[in-house]
């Protein structure tokens, strides 16, 4: 088995996990990084409002437009779809994205199951904060928190609601646990009244919290 930090046990090795804060405090890399920009800020070389602006585009905007066109041609063309549901990893390697963090993907979608159903997915990485880079950038701070980590699995109609998404009750949520081996994207509902819509378009409605799952695509008239 793959493991995105070139040791199979990233998740049981939570220390080591990702360069993110766990019990010990953050690790060399992020504490470098935090001592790097504390002295850029002191010396005046950096203003720390450009640095979040920064970090909120690449939340936001920058990262997200990559999943945001896999997402708009897997609804725009049916064997794309196909692919992508097949072997996420090759799809999205067709659109020219793909390395650290995205070396295997799965996609998940929402909508009609084959049995008449209707499934909405909701991605977490309860242990940390695995996340699908290539796709869609750095993820938020919501997405590392505990809160969010603990209930998206106990409470996912809770989580959704104070994101504002009111699901059917018999809309089944599926809760998906990124791991070391596997980052998952989600293929939100293709928004009624955009029939005919270019990619281009389309996935201007792609939000990155409708392909983590704490949210759905854009309606036609938010198009930007
Ligand atoms: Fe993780």
Redesign the pocket.
């Known amino acids: 088995m793959a493991s995105h930090d070139g040791h199979p046990d990233a ?1 049981r090795d939570a220390q080591r ?2 360069g993110h804060a766990h019990a010990a405090g953050p690790d060399p890399m992020t504490e470098r990084v935090q001592k790097l920009e504390a002295l850029l800020v002191e010396k005046g070389y950096v203003d720390p409002a450009a640095v979040e602006a920064l970090i909120e585009a690449y939340e936001t905007r920058i990262g997200p437009r990559n999943g945001a066109q896999v997402v708009a041609k897997a609804w725009s063309d049916p064997a794309y779809r196909q692919r992508l549901l097949d072997d996420a990893t090759a799809a999205i390697a067709e659109l020219g994205f793909g390395g650290r963090q995205g070396e295997h993907m799965v996609a998940v979608e929402n909508g009609l199951t084959p049995d008449g159903g209707r499934v909405h997915n909701l991605v977490v ?1 309860t ?4 996340y699908p880079w290539p796709v869609l950038g750095v993820p938020p701070t919501w997405y590392k928190s505990a809160a969010y980590r603990s209930r998206a699995v106990l409470d996912p109609r809770g989580i959704l609601a104070e994101f504002g998404v009111a699901l059917p009750d018999d809309t089944e949520i599926r809760v998906w646990d ?3 081996e596997v980052r998952y994207l989600v293929v939100p509902e293709r928004p009624a009244g955009t029939e005919g819509w270019p990619e281009e378009r389309l996935a201007a409605l792609v939000t990155r919290d409708a392909m983590i799952g704490t949210g759905l695509a854009l309606p036609p008239e938010q198009a930007a």
């Open positions: 998740h996990h990702e990485c242990l940390c904060s695995c990124s791991t070391a």
